[in-house]
């Protein structure tokens, strides 16, 4: 463990009201090419939970109902403060087809493996254009049955929009190929798709779970956005090439296994809320790999780490304001500033 149809009476029926840092919640999504597909889940209380309580469903092309056989009950035991990761179940490396295997890079940060048979649940094979549900209870054994007859039955999280299928392009819909995008209504193509081959990390910010269907799914709202496969670099910062000189591509999965919220005791969330007023990392994105950082307490040093966890820049300071050029090759960094109040760890991306 690491650290307005019929659809509408079920939600509201189903919708729990959680006070903020009183249940888990979905803290990543992730969408890869093939079968590279996970849900960390984050417990931002002080006890332990038992997952067994719990299932994810999936909603599928705009669907607004979801039977068990498109459901898995969870298991394992989730510490507090901790997250969770759970991967689909595909390890064998021979698999072709719908069986391809998961790449290594994201097997290795499972904590648990779901639904390696389709046909008894198809719950963690999910597009970028399906809603997942994270809920209280115990699904019954008749697969036909939907999720809301589950023993329990209590609605914890929402990632997208149930019932709505967003389309690939402006105005087209897709049976399996749509996002949800930048801009608005978010399911008509426009701007740039976002949860289809990405990963969606919830922003530090948000404190529990969406449990009720929102009428528009902005992905931003709540998440930030890293592409789920990016270029492997070597310690210099070049690309990777294999033997016939094509760049070799690597598993962006560096932020499954922890989660940065804001969640705990009031003076946890205070100090958050303080950090927050006083530094700033801008502007992120840069379209140029230079960033500026400012801190009340000073900046005393900057190390940036890239998606392998590799140092790519390390500078001293001794002021309020810094100036850092990262690098002029796209991704998504670490950056790790030292300041006169401790360490502040920020995301930052270079388009």
Same mark, same amino acid.
């Given at each position: 463990?690491?650290?307005?149809?019929?659809?509408?009476?079920?939600?509201?029926?189903?919708?729990?009201?959680?006070?903020?840092?009183?249940?888990?919640?979905?803290?990543?999504?992730?969408?890869?090419? %093939?079968?590279?597909?996970?849900?960390?889940?984050?417990?931002?209380?002080?006890?332990?939970?038992?997952?067994?309580?719990?299932?994810?469903?999936?909603?599928?092309?705009?669907?607004?109902?979801?039977?068990?056989?498109?459901?898995?009950?969870?298991?394992?035991?989730?510490?507090?403060?901790?997250?969770?990761?759970?991967?689909?179940?595909?390890?064998?490396?021979?698999?072709?087809?719908?069986?391809?295997?998961?790449?290594?890079?994201?097997?290795?940060?499972?904590?648990?493996?779901?639904?390696?048979? @389709?046909?008894?649940?198809?719950? !963690? @094979?999910?597009?970028?254009?399906?809603?997942?549900?994270?809920?209280?209870?115990?699904?019954?054994?008749?697969?036909?049955?939907?999720?809301?007859?589950?023993?329990?039955?209590?609605?914890?999280?929402?990632?997208?929009?149930?019932?709505?299928?967003?389309?690939?392009?402006?105005?087209?819909?897709?049976?399996?190929?749509?996002?949800?995008?930048?801009?608005? +209504?978010?399911?008509?193509?426009?701007?740039?798709?976002?949860?289809?081959?990405?990963?969606?990390?919830?922003?530090?910010?948000?404190?529990?779970?969406?449990?009720?269907?929102?009428?528009?799914? $902005?992905?931003?709202?709540?998440?930030?956005?890293?592409?789920?496969?990016?270029?492997?670099?070597?310690?210099?910062?070049?690309?990777?090439?294999?033997?016939?000189?094509? +760049?070799?591509?690597?598993?962006?999965?560096?932020?499954?296994?922890?989660?940065?919220?804001?969640?705990?005791?009031?003076?946890?969330?205070?100090?958050?809320?303080?950090?927050?007023?006083? !530094?700033?990392?801008?502007?992120?994105?840069?379209?140029?790999?230079?960033?500026?950082?400012?801190?009340?307490?000073?900046?005393?040093?900057?190390?940036?780490?890239?998606?392998?966890?590799?140092?790519?820049?390390?500078?001293?300071?001794?002021?309020?304001?810094? %100036?850092?050029?990262?690098? $002029?090759?796209?991704?998504?960094?670490?950056?790790?500033?030292?300041?006169?109040?401790?360490?502040?760890?920020?995301?930052?991306?270079?388009?």
């Amino acid at each position: 463990m690491k650290k307005v149809l019929l659809f509408v009476s079920l939600f509201t029926f189903g919708a729990s009201f959680a006070q903020d840092c009183s249940k888990i919640f979905i803290s990543e999504y992730v969408e890869g090419w %093939s079968n590279n597909k996970a849900v960390e889940i984050y417990n931002p209380t002080s006890s332990t939970v038992d997952l067994s309580q719990y299932f994810v469903a999936r909603y599928s092309n705009g669907s607004a109902s979801a039977t068990v056989a498109n459901a898995v009950q969870l298991s394992g035991m989730l510490q507090a403060h901790s997250v969770y990761v759970a991967v689909i179940d595909k390890r064998d490396p021979n698999g072709t087809g719908q069986e391809a295997p998961i790449w290594d890079s994201l097997e290795v940060r499972a904590d648990g493996f779901y639904t390696p048979d @389709y046909n008894v649940s198809n719950a !963690f @094979y999910f597009n970028g254009n399906d809603a997942l549900l994270l809920a209280k209870g115990t699904l019954p054994a008749l697969a036909t049955a939907n999720v809301n007859t589950a023993s329990g039955f209590q609605i914890i999280d929402i990632f997208g929009k149930v019932g709505e299928n967003p389309a690939n392009e402006t105005g087209v819909s897709s049976a399996n190929d749509g996002s949800w995008s930048t801009s608005f +209504p978010y399911s008509t193509g426009l701007g740039v798709q976002l949860t289809k081959d990405h990963s969606m990390i919830r922003k530090s910010t948000i404190l529990k779970g969406e449990t009720t269907n929102v009428s528009f799914f $902005d992905p931003l709202l709540q998440w930030d956005s890293i592409p789920a496969v990016t270029y492997l670099f070597d310690n210099n910062g070049d690309t990777v090439v294999s033997g016939t000189g094509t +760049p070799i591509l690597f598993g962006n999965w560096f932020s499954l296994g922890t989660h940065s919220c804001a969640c705990g005791d009031a003076s946890v969330i205070e100090e958050a809320k303080e950090v927050k007023s006083v !530094f700033s990392v801008y502007p992120n994105p840069s379209t140029n790999g230079l960033f500026h950082i400012e801190s009340a307490a000073g900046v005393e040093s900057v190390t940036v780490y890239n998606s392998l966890g590799q140092v790519v820049k390390t500078q001293k300071f001794n002021n309020e304001n810094a %100036s850092v050029r990262i690098s $002029d090759l796209p991704g998504v960094y670490i950056m790790k500033v030292q300041t006169g109040n401790g360490v502040v760890s920020k995301r930052v991306i270079v388009k």
